[in-house]
């Protein structure tokens, strides 16, 4: 089984940027589609990007162009590097990890995402 680690998370003023990592260890052998959810207080959990096995990504609208996910070539490590930090960007920042199934792309992401990281806490202050 893969255990997921994240780091990274502070303080910041608004405007400015940060970037968070998700170490996988353990089991690592199987293809994983990975990604960062968040949740802040007395708000709805939400998926701000994924990065499936093939290194396609996708984005929340909130955090379009903003954002950007990326992770290192073993795929043992995810990255997520947050320009232009709101307000409302405060959240605690998970790293969540789902199965990589083949179809006609290659490995695509297959939900749900069923292995979850600690969490990392972001805040931004206007």
């Known amino acids: 089984q893969v255990q997921l680690t994240e780091s990274g998370g502070g303080s910041v003023q608004s405007g400015g940027s940060l970037t968070l990592s998700c170490a996988a260890t353990?089991?690592?052998?199987?293809?994983?589609?990975l990604a960062w959810y968040r949740q802040a207080p007395n708000r709805d959990r939400e998926r701000v990007a994924t990065i499936d096995y093939d290194g396609r990504t996708t984005y929340a609208n909130s955090v379009k162009g903003r954002f950007t996910v990326s992770q290192d070539n073993d795929r043992n490590a995810m990255h997520l590097r947050m320009d232009n930090l709101k307000p409302d960007d405060t959240a605690m920042y998970y790293c969540?990890?789902?199965?990589?199934?083949?179809?006609?792309?290659?490995?695509?992401?297959?939900?749900?995402?069923?292995?979850w990281g600690q969490g990392t806490q972001v805040t931004v202050s206007s």
């Open positions: 353990g089991d690592t052998r199987s293809r994983r589609c």
């Open positions: 969540a990890a789902a199965r990589a199934k083949r179809d006609i792309r290659g490995y695509s992401c297959s939900p749900p995402f069923s292995t």
